[in-house]
């Protein structure tokens, strides 16, 4: 794959020749993928009809506000690798978005966020108890969907993988405003808070496919690879964003107290006096823009971004090769795409 060039002092910057092509790559996925996009979106909208109004309003609110629908694509497609041709696949992909959804929801309350994808984070409009609840309503709503599959594999997948979920948002929790995160823990965190739900999401889709145990591990893979190259540009975003792509501040991780990768390795390569500004700008009760701006400097010239897209890179070559058991076809040539522009995605 092209290396990503750097120009003094700015952050890392695309290739310029690999533009058209990450515009192809993205007409290409969304060309393939809106009927299984439509599909979604009306039996999301089918489920969250309850009988208590403030539910379907929160829900629909969060699950409206911009999401990529990633996660139940990822389902449906992997089933489809594994020779699924049937149409139930669409409501157990919908458990995936749900359980997304709900932990958006959480994550916002704990981090006391006001945005969220460009607009109010449902948390500032409702207040944090309904926000809470209809969060654990959600999660509740997923797991009783599981059920209705009667597949115990399939159930214990996914339990392990909220389960991890929940324990990577309390390990963030308990090294926040920690600067002295290493990159081993900051991708154990990771791992936990997002890619063991897009692992469970490629698993449980060769599971539903009738795949093999082959075909199960190779999936998994793929999955928890792709789920950590996503993090891992999510995180550079937050440095070399801007908020009208991001949909909420640039530098949000940096004010909410977490050490992600690009300030690790800023950390690590820093001079003295760098690392001691860091950590004094770190520790401060307010980031302003200006110290804002001077960490991310500071990150650009650390190589912290560099660094963070090239592992990401890894991950997605690693993703890729994990696909490698499947004989070449379409839905194996999308999934490659799909995990190509996870790399150079502005969103």
């Known amino acids: 794959m092209d290396q990503i060039s750097t120009l003094p002092g700015e952050s890392p910057v695309l290739p310029k020749l690999f533009q058209p092509e990450i515009e192809d790559i993205k007409e290409r996925i969304l060309v393939r993928i809106r009927p299984d996009l439509e599909r979604i979106e ?23 506000s911009g999401g990529k629908r990633l996660r139940p694509l990822l389902m449906i497609l992997s089933a489809r690798l594994c020779g699924y041709r049937g149409n139930r696949d669409v409501p157990l992909s919908v ?17 006391h966020a006001e945005l969220r994808r ?20 959600l999660y509740s709503k997923a797991i009783l969907m599981t059920v209705g599959y009667d597949n115990m594999r399939i159930l214990e997948v996914l339990s392990q993988a909220t389960t991890l979920m929940s324990e990577g948002e309390v390990l963030q929790m308990v090294r926040s405003d920690d600067l002295e995160v290493e990159e081993k823990e900051y991708l154990e965190i990771i791992t936990r808070k997002t890619a063991v739900l897009i692992s469970a999401a490629c698993h449980i889709g060769a599971i539903f496919g009738g795949g093999g145990a082959e075909e199960e591990s ?33 530098g949000n991780d940096l004010r909410e107290g977490k050490a992600t990768l690009p300030l690790i390795c800023a950390l690590m390569n820093g001079r003295s006096a760098e690392k001691n500004r860091l950590r ?6 307010e980031i302003t823009q ?4 001077e960490i991310r400097n500071l990150v650009i010239r650390s190589g912290g971004i560099e660094y963070t897209q090239r592992l990401a890179m ?8 994990a696909l490698h058991i499947f004989p070449s076809n379409p839905t194996k040539t999308l999934l490659c795409d799909m995990a190509d522009y996870v790399i150079y995605r502005r969103v």
């Open 218 to 250: 190779a999936l998994r893979s793929f999955g928890l690879s792709l789920g950590l190259a996503f993090q891992l540009i999510d995180d550079a975003l937050d440095y070399m964003g801007s908020p009208n792509e991001l949909g909420k501040p640039v």
């Open 290 to 293: 200006e110290a804002f701006d």
């Open 42 to 64: 009306t039996e999301m909208n089918r489920l969250l009809t309850t009988s208590v109004p403030l539910i379907s309003v929160v829900g629909r609110y969060i699950l409206r």
């Open 280 to 285: 004094e700008i770190f520790s401060g009760e």
């Open 118 to 137: 460009s607009k109010p984070a449902a948390n500032t409009i409702w207040g944090n108890p309904a926000v809470v609840l209809v969060g654990d309503f």
């Open 314 to 321: 890894e991950y997605v070559q690693k993703a890729k090769a």
């Open 95 to 111: 458990v995936f978005e749900f359980l997304h959804a709900a932990s958006l929801l959480h994550d916002d309350v704990v981090d």
